[in-house]
């Protein structure tokens, strides 16, 4: 009787097995797909820089159209988003090694993640529980990609070591094949693995979360008090700015999925600290930030990477003010944790439409350089 009752569960989950497998190989095709078109990996790398995300986040989002069947009258407004990212992302003619073709394909995926995330809820976006859950998804998936990742380069380094044996080199066919089959199909098995697997991925996360975030506390209070011991300035340029950002974008992501991962309704404790700490310590990395981009800015004049910093720098800085100010109000017990999530899950449509303006209006308002 109780294998009876557990047969439709099994066969679903055979069935979303198949879905996904499928879809991994859809996409590993679809990102061969330009071969046939003379437009080569090795040959055209800023093509498919520009287009990665639009080789697997359409099929990712069917998949979850698939799994959760949303409202069926989003599902043109679902298509008419990547529609349009597959017009920006090839109409501009930019120039040779254009900064603003990088910012565009660095920021074309933020805004369609945000669409995975109107379908992984089953067009639920509204509800604060469900953008928590993707904010949980979204961290999971990370875990499950560098695992897979991980994975692959030993198998990579295996075959390499092997055929190496019968003088037999792997290395374009990996270039040519493995990697970029293996890492647009990865996202959609990774997807389908955090939905199988849920439970235990989000006890790995909850630890990794609460493991890392004193670990990045300790780095910007180090960071601080050097900078104000060697009274030394913010040196940005472009790598360092990058890095720097990158540093405070972890830190935001290590504070949204330590939110998710929370019981909402339990009473602030010594990790509650920890978080608020990490805040003011990112808030006031952000300002030294905001401070030498200004400087640079005045000195040297707009380009679309300080441009497109500052109003990064700007948003966190927005973000990490008002954070803090909910976070405090919460320890002294005078608002709840439920205002601090839905301060974080309505500010991420502030990212996605930051994105967006920086893939259509910023590489025409530089001259795509």
């Not at 002294?332 to 899950?345: C, L, P, R, V």
Request: a neutral charge.
């Amino acid at each position: 009787m109780k294998l009876l009752e557990k047969f439709p569960k099994t066969i679903k989950k055979y069935n979303e097995a198949i879905v996904a497998f499928a879809l991994a190989v859809a996409a590993a095709a679809f990102i061969k797909l330009p071969t046939l078109f003379g437009i080569s990996l090795g040959q055209n790398e800023s093509f498919y820089l520009r287009n990665m995300s639009l080789f697997v986040l359409p099929l990712l989002t069917g998949y979850f159209i698939w799994k959760r069947r949303p409202d069926t009258r989003i599902l043109p407004w679902i298509a008419l988003v990547f529609i349009a990212a597959g017009i920006f992302a090839n109409v501009y003619a930019f120039d040779r090694q254009s900064d603003t073709e990088l910012l565009l394909a660095l920021h074309l995926p933020i805004t369609l993640w945000l669409v995975v995330g109107i379908a992984y809820t089953g067009g639920r976006w509204s509800q604060v529980g469900r953008r928590m859950d993707f904010i949980r998804f979204s961290g999971e998936l990370f875990i499950y990609y560098v695992l897979i990742g991980l994975g692959g380069g030993v198998l990579t380094l295996f075959m390499a070591l092997i055929f190496n044996t019968i003088a037999i080199d792997i290395e374009p066919f990996f270039e040519s094949w493995l990697l970029p089959c293996g890492a647009v199909g990865a996202v959609i098995i990774a997807a389908w693995l955090v939905e199988l697997k849920q439970d235990i991925v989000e006890s790995l996360a909850s630890m990794l979360a609460r493991l890392f975030t004193p670990l990045f506390t300790i780095v910007l209070i180090t960071f601080l008090g050097t900078l104000l011991w060697t009274g030394r300035g913010l040196e940005i340029e472009r790598d360092v700015l990058i890095a720097f950002d990158m540093l405070l974008i972890v830190v935001l992501g290590l504070l949204l999925y330590s939110i998710s991962a929370r019981a909402p309704n339990s009473s602030p404790g010594v990790f509650d600290v920890v978080q608020i700490v990490l805040v003011i310590s990112a808030l006031t990395a952000d300002v030294v930030a905001l401070w030498a981009i200004a400087e640079r800015i005045t000195e040297l004049g707009f380009t679309p990477n300080r441009v497109v910093a500052l109003g990064l720098n700007v948003i966190l800085l927005v973000n990490l003010v008002w954070s803090a100010r909910l976070y405090i109000r919460f320890l002294q017990g005078k608002g709840s944790f439920s205002d601090i999530e839905k301060w974080q899950t309505d500010y991420l449509l502030v990212y996605a439409v930051w994105a967006a303006i920086v893939v259509i209006v910023i590489p025409p308002l530089f001259g795509f350089v």
